[in-house]
């Protein structure tokens, strides 16, 4: 085994004893419990798999474990501060937007990077921006209005 | 035919994988309540079952310490007060445990808060067939009410019992029983301190009517919402037992293939890998989800290939290849059908085709198994656990009661997730393992080793007269299914028929059955007869429809879509189509552009009404109707399964397109509460009108009249 890579997860630094080839969706998984991060497709089509890297929502099921270490990685198990909801959390939850919700991690995971590059979205651009996330459901326009919902809780509350 | 299609009876289409119900249950009374504590019980069981117990050979007899079989729902009261409900039914994302929590808690007169529900659990539930077929509304929302309404009964008993009082003044509300004239109450908690107590269901014991409901009615949020937002649930796919490995399975190349050779030297020699060869079933197991690939990478096999029939010949093959005379049950006739086409005032006959479409929940199939001293425990996101249990005893010559399958909330299914195949591979695996193996379904493998919708053609012939009556009716279906085949429309002379053919794929049952493929043809032909006499498509389907409710929902629709609407840019169209099924009314108008360069055709807006009687919670009623008319635009427009050979030429997610962000349009959905009528299920029906409606718009707006679904899988290009 060469030797370990290291990543900083949620803020804290592990290494990790896995081939540098292995995607960081399985690292996530099956190394560290982080079950919040889906397969959904495996060739990064559908989004259920999407965290941070660096702030970037990127498919961790493309990403190579080696190419995950440079920059700071946020989960779906990352997101809560202090015991509270992220903001796009929060407005999915009061948005009701899910229904089997396999796709929802991957949904408020690509929504909180949308943010944090635009924090004032037009309905287009939080469309375009969710293009590659898939959800079976059909629960689309709630998505898109929680979005929009975390957005507007952001701003009033300066986050 | 109306026998197998009765309105408010599950339809065993063949598709339904319908197994036989073998009840069996082997809870004793004494594990229940160390199961969950002291406290009050109330089982529901069915009517006949009784009987049949009584009368069935081999079954044992009821008495005290045994639970009876044929349970189809029970409740706890616990001594903290803690309700909890029992259904076989799973959690697929159509969002029951919120519902029936909200029935128990409505009926019981207990907060939401108190009530859980336990789904989906071979030995902690009761049997059930199976959640498929919108059945959890119509059956076990009636029987929790009516457990309910018995537990209440008994603690209001247990109080008077307390008081020494007649039951009969006592008052059961807000987890209290109160008695009026004193003023005094005990809590349901206290009730149940130190109790024992089951109850059967009693005959006849009256529900709370629809109109009286405080808690079931209610836009009440999903249960465990915050466990999904979080990450924090647990899908089947999330599962880590210790010691636990990552089983893949060795998959041909293409359908009916046979193992010729196999060379699994190489991954066998692989630290930590366990290789299974099981005729011609090839698995490997290894410590991580890479290893697993990798050796299964490393296993060289040959296989012998059969030629086997190609998107190309499929609808003349379907044609050509129908049983040569449809069974009884198939087929249903009134009036003289040739008589009315040759008096007709104006004839239409065409010809309309399905294509094969897959499901592709987003958690591909997938299951944990772990065995035990010989028992088996399984975790497996199915609709059906304990068919899933009946067949993994058989596959693996247990009895069925040494093996236990668990189904977490699940990431989706439609129909999907009926047979056991990633629970047999799983379990397989771990035997030969010794350890809990799990086996998750890659994409491609969800694509082409599971079932498809079915595809079909069918064929309409009709004859109306002059002033716009439907004189003529006669509808065959080749394979696609008999769900929704018959017409909802008043016409004296008919004919309907549904025509068997051998499986080309893998088929089976799809949200709504082949109600969406039977409605999307009569609906195109109806809006094709209202052209013929140049009638206005609303206006000659109420002429020729008299029930009310579907009335109701046309009513509805069009009056929300603003019907009937002008033009007012070029490539407009506007369209509507109808529908009932498995107990539930359904309408829908479309409105769509058609790009006067590129000749893509863009979705502007969808209206559907819906009405399925009493609604239990119209904030999850909305998303299962939003969601089925947003599946429902991907069968219309482009979702097909290709292939060629026994091969799925697109079984990915880049290939196989499904409805995304951009395709959705604006969408509203009008709910009609009928609080007079039982609940029927609703996860189904939203979807038949959709595929009609767009296609009607589509040719309001070009004048070309769509018959095959997808129906503009590139535009409108060749139109």
Not at chain 2, 81 to 99: D, H, L, S
Not at chain 2, 182 to 204: C, D, F, I, M, Q
Not at chain 2, 323 to 341: C, H, M, N, P, T
Not at chain 2, 614 to 643: K, T
Request: include cysteine.
């Amino acid at each position: 085994m060469a030797k370990p890579i290291e990543l900083e997860i949620n803020g804290n630094r592990y290494p990790v004893n896995y081939p540098a080839d292995t995607p960081l969706l399985y690292v996530l998984r099956d190394e560290f419990g982080l079950t919040g991060s889906k397969y959904g497709c495996g060739e990064g089509q559908c989004g259920a798999c999407t965290v941070l890297i660096g702030g970037m929502p990127r498919r961790s099921c493309q990403i190579p474990v080696s190419a995950a270490a440079a920059k700071p990685i946020t989960t779906i198990e990352g997101l809560e501060k202090d015991g509270g909801l992220n903001p796009v959390q929060q407005a999915f939850l009061d948005a009701g937007a899910f229904q089997c919700a396999y796709c929802t991690s991957g949904m408020i995971m690509s929504s909180v990077g949308l943010l944090q590059a635009n924090p004032n979205p037009s309905q287009a651009e939080i469309v375009q921006f969710l293009q590659g996330n898939v959800c079976r459901c059909g629960t689309h326009p709630r998505v898109v209005e929680a979005v929009r919902q975390a957005a507007k809780m952001m701003q009033e509350h300066g986050r | 035919m109306s026998n197998v299609e009765g309105k408010l009876f599950i339809a065993p289409e063949r598709f339904e994988f319908s197994a036989a119900p073998f009840h069996q249950f082997d809870l004793a009374r004494r594990d229940f309540f160390k199961i969950l504590g002291a406290g009050i019980a109330v089982f529901a069981i069915a009517k006949d079952a009784l009987a049949a117990q009584e009368t069935a050979p081999g079954h044992r007899s009821f008495h005290n310490e045994e639970l009876p079989k044929d349970i189809s729902a029970w409740l706890h009261v616990g001594e903290d007060g803690r309700i909890t409900g029992f259904t076989g039914k799973a959690e697929i994302g159509q969002n029951i445990r919120t519902a029936l929590a909200q029935t128990i808690a409505d009926e019981l007169r207990v907060p939401f808060e108190s009530v859980r529900m336990v789904t989906a659990d071979t030995a902690l539930t009761p049997f059930d067939a199976g959640t498929f077929g919108s059945r959890t509304t119509p059956t076990i929302t009636p029987q929790l009410r009516r457990v309910s309404a018995a537990a209440r009964d008994l603690l209001i008993e247990a109080a008077a019992k307390e008081w020494n009082l007649a039951p009969a003044g006592l008052v059961a509300a807000d987890a209290k029983v109160t008695d009026p004239a004193s003023g005094r109450s005990l809590k349901y908690a206290e009730l149940a301190r130190g109790k024992t107590l089951t109850r059967n269901l009693p005959a006849e014991d009256p529900i709370t009517p629809a109109t009286q409901w405080t808690i079931a009615g209610k836009a009440i949020p999903k249960v465990d919402a915050r466990a999904f937002v979080t990450g924090k649930h647990q899908y089947t796919t999330d599962l880590r037992p210790a010691g636990m490995l990552y089983g893949r399975v060795l998959r041909p190349p293409s359908f009916g293939a046979t193992l010729t050779s196999c060379d699994d030297s190489a991954a066998k020699a692989m630290t930590g890998v366990v290789v299974v060869r099981d005729g011609d079933f090839v698995g490997v197991a290894a410590p991580s989800a890479h290893e697993a690939q990798t050796a299964l990478d490393a296993i060289h096999a040959q296989w012998k290939e059969v030629p086997q029939i190609s998107n190309k010949e499929l609808f003349s093959y379907l044609k050509q290849n129908a049983a040569a005379k449809s069974e009884d049950r198939f087929r249903k006739q009134k009036g003289s059908v040739e008589e009315a086409l040759a008096n007709a005032a104006h004839r239409l006959d065409a010809t309309y085709t399905v294509a094969y479409i897959a499901h592709a929940p987003l958690e591909p199939r997938a299951a944990v198994a772990q065995w035990a001293d010989g028992k088996l425990t399984l975790w497996t996101g199915t609709q059906r656990p304990f068919a899933n249990r009946d067949e993994l005893a058989d596959v693996f010559h247990l009895p069925e009661s040494s093996v236990r399958v668990i189904v977490p909330d699940t990431g989706s299914a439609y129909g999907g997730k009926h047979t056991s195949d990633a629970a047999i591979e799983a379990a397989r695996l771990a035997r030969a393992a010794g350890r809990p193996v799990k086996v998750v379904w890659t994409r491609e493998e969800e694509f082409t080793w599971a079932y498809f919708r079915p595809a079909g053609v069918i064929e309409v012939k009709s004859g109306i007269a002059s002033d716009g009556a439907l004189t003529a009716w006669e509808f065959h279906n080749y394979h696609s299914g008999m769900s929704g085949i018959e017409t909802p429309y008043d016409v004296a002379n008919q004919r309907t028929e549904y025509h068997q053919v051998p499986l080309i794929l893998r088929s089976g049952s799809y949200r709504g059955l082949a109600a969406t493929a039977n409605h999307f043809a009569r609906e195109t032909h109806m809006d094709a007869l209202a052209n013929a006499v140049k009638m206005d498509p609303l206006e000659f389907r109420m002429k020729n429809l008299s029930n009310a409710r579907m009335r109701a929902v046309l009513e509805a629709a069009g009056k929300s879509f603003g019907w009937p609407r002008k033009k007012t840019q070029e490539g407009q169209g506007f369209g509507i189509a109808c529908g009932d099924e498995k107990g539930s009314y359904v309408a829908t108008c479309a409105e769509i552009a058609v790009d006067k360069t590129s000749r893509a055709v863009r979705i502007v807006r969808l209206v559907e009404a819906f009405e399925c009687g009493a609604i239990v919670n119209p904030d999850g009623l909305r998303n299962q109707v939003v969601g089925a008319m947003i599946q429902g635009l991907g069968g219309a427009l482009f979702e097909a399964i290709e292939f060629e050979n026994g091969r799925i030429k697109n079984p990915h997610f880049a290939s196989y397109r499904l409805p995304r962000f951009r395709d959705v349009p604006e969408i509203e959905a009008v709910l009609l509460d009928r609080k007079d009528i039982p609940s029927a299920g609703a996860g189904e029906t939203p979807i038949m009108a959709v595929a009609p409606a767009i296609g009607n718009a589509i040719f309001d707006a070009t004048g070309v009249r769509l018959n095959n679904l997808p129906m503009v899988p590139n535009g409108l290009r060749s139109a």
